[in-house]
């Protein structure tokens, strides 16, 4: 099974995520999600395949997300504005993403990660 770990180096959840994945020889390929920001039509299949609300795929906490006040944005504006908006910036994107063959995982959930992964 080939896994893409999206990621931000100096995110303390994704440190441990990636901690997590050698822990348990969980072989991967790295992404820095700022400098190789994922593309709408990425996040678009990715989307489809993780079964989640788009809104999952924003990092809610981010200062980028608080400053461009996307809590009041983001209800009015289409799926495809909001593929638009994620694919501009990679610290738009929640992190650590998992992305393999058959699922797609958003943030770091420990319980999660354990059932999709070993």
């Keep these: 099974m080939q896994i893409l770990f999206?990621?931000?180096?100096?995110?303390?959840?994704?440190q441990k995520a990636k901690k997590w994945l050698d822990e348990h020889?969980?072989?991967?390929?790295?992404?820095?999600?700022?400098?190789?920001?994922?593309s709408a039509e990425e996040l678009?299949?990715?989307?489809?395949?993780?079964?989640?609300p788009l809104k999952r795929f924003f990092n809610t906490s981010g200062v980028l997300y608080k400053s461009m006040a996307l809590k009041?944005?983001?209800?009015?504006?289409t799926e495809e504005e909001q593929f638009e908006l994620l694919s501009t910036d990679g610290?738009?994107?929640?992190r650590p993403i998992i992305v393999a063959d058959s699922f797609v995982l958003?943030?770091?959930?420990?319980k999660e990660?354990?059932?999709a992964l070993l």
């Excluded at 999206?6 to 994704?14: F, G, N, V």
């Excluded at 009041?72 to 504006?77: A, Q, V």
């Excluded at 958003?106 to 420990?110: A, C, D, M, S």
């Design 6 to 14: 999206l990621e931000y180096p100096p995110c303390s959840t994704c």
């Design 91 to 94: 610290m738009l994107v929640k």
């Design 25 to 38: 020889h969980v072989s991967y390929v790295s992404r820095h999600i700022k400098e190789n920001n994922p």
């Design 113 to 115: 990660w354990e059932e």
């Design 72 to 77: 009041d944005k983001l209800p009015s504006m």
């Design 44 to 52: 678009k299949a990715w989307h489809q395949k993780s079964g989640l």
């Design 106 to 110: 958003v943030g770091f959930k420990e």
